[in-house]
């Protein structure tokens, strides 16, 4: 189903149209179009149209999508029609703040550990069942990782290393909020968030379209 060419901005819409999709299940909403689509995200109908094109057909022409078929078909193409086990790397202000965010559960990442260098928060309960533990028990653990992604969110300066002990301990995907570029490794798939470069985006269109 998944191919190597489907650009990453088309990956990032297809999030979109599975929460807008998820929306129209909730009212009750059988069917929609590309029309209806794009015009709830403010895009083109073409572009909601070659986005799923890249995954076969999805909808009869003239009829429009099946909301529950598509949106079941779009979680398959995520991988979100799954649980994902999450660990949060460093539970400071970021940290913290993240673990507690609702919408993780309900789009089905759950929260199953903790990890941390601070004295004073180690054994502390970030969330019911989720002790803080210590970054080396994550170091010395030989089993198998009950998480697969981690949430990374510890100061920019020891980001590469404990990246580095997530990596040997098998974790297959990182969530890296520390503004730094993290070498890659085959092993594991990294993805950046950083709203400082989206406000630089923003601050761009700004001058463009005023000055
Ligand atoms: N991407 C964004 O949009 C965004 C926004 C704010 C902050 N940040 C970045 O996120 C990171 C966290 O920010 P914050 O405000 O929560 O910082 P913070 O100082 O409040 O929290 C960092 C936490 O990491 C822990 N830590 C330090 N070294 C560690 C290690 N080796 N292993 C495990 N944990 C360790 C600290 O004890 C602390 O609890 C920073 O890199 C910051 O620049 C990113």
């Known amino acids: 189903m998944k191919s190597p060419k489907v650009p990453k901005p088309t990956i990032k819409r297809l999030a979109m149209y599975n929460r807008f999709l998820r929306e129209l299940r909730e009212e009750g909403i059988p069917k929609t179009s590309s029309h209806e689509i794009a015009e709830a995200l403010n895009i083109k109908a073409s572009q909601v149209r070659k986005d799923l094109s890249y995954f076969g057909e999805f909808g009869k022409r003239g009829v429009g999508y099946d909301v529950e078929n598509l949106c079941l078909k779009i979680h398959k193409i995520l991988g979100t029609e799954r649980v994902w086990n999450v660990a949060i790397i460093g539970v400071g202000n970021l940290g913290r703040a993240i673990s507690h965010y609702p919408e993780l559960e309900k789009y089905k990442f759950k929260i199953v550990a903790a990890y941390d260098v601070d004295k004073r928060k180690i054994n502390s309960i970030l969330l019911p069942g989720i002790p803080i533990k210590h970054i080396k028990e994550l170091k010395n653990k030989n089993d198998e990782l009950d998480f697969e992604i981690a949430i ?55 001058v463009s379209k005023y000055d």
């Open 152 to 206: 990374l969110t510890v100061p920019s300066n020891v980001a590469q290393e404990v990246a580095n002990i997530l990596i040997e301990a098998g974790v297959k995907g990182i969530l890296n909020f520390a503004p730094v570029t993290l070498n890659s490794d085959d092993r594991v798939v990294i993805e950046n968030v950083d709203f400082v470069i989206s406000l630089k985006t923003l601050t761009y269109e700004i």
